[in-house]
């Protein structure tokens, strides 16, 4: 089991650049695949980034060059780093972690607000 933390969402103007954070427990998390997922108001959750434990990332086509998502393992830390950030980036923002391979191993964070002005 893995307890899940977000902190660094907050209010940013337009082209503007906010560094989001996941503290996550638990002895595992150098295993996990990590990700980072968005939802809108009236919008299905999505999916930002995702980080495996060797370090490949994988980017939904809407944030590639503009956000890069990185783990620290001895820390048990993920992030994401949001640049030119965009109105249309406004939305809660949800860390994840899964164990690949382990279906019922997909435990999620209570999620920290993005909002964008224009």
């Known amino acids: 089991q893995v307890q899940l933390v977000e902190s660094g969402g907050g209010l940013v103007q337009a082209g503007g650049s906010l560094r989001l954070s996941c503290a996550a427990s638990?002895?595992?998390?150098?295993?996990?695949?990590m990700g980072w997922y968005r939802q809108a108001p009236g919008k299905q959750r999505e999916l930002v980034a995702t980080?495996?434990?060797?370090?490949?990332?994988n980017y939904t086509d809407s944030v590639k060059g503009r956000f890069t998502i990185s783990r620290d393992n001895a820390k048990k830390m993920v992030y994401l780093q949001m640049n030119s950030l965009g109105p249309e980036d406004t939305a809660a923002y949800y860390c994840?972690?899964?164990?690949?391979?382990?279906?019922?191993?997909?435990?999620w964070g209570q999620g920290t607000q993005v909002t964008v002005s224009s």
């Open positions: 980080i495996s434990s060797r370090g490949s990332t």
């Open positions: 994840n972690a899964k164990f690949p391979g382990w279906t019922s191993y997909d435990y």
């Open positions: 638990g002895s595992v998390f150098s295993s996990l695949t």
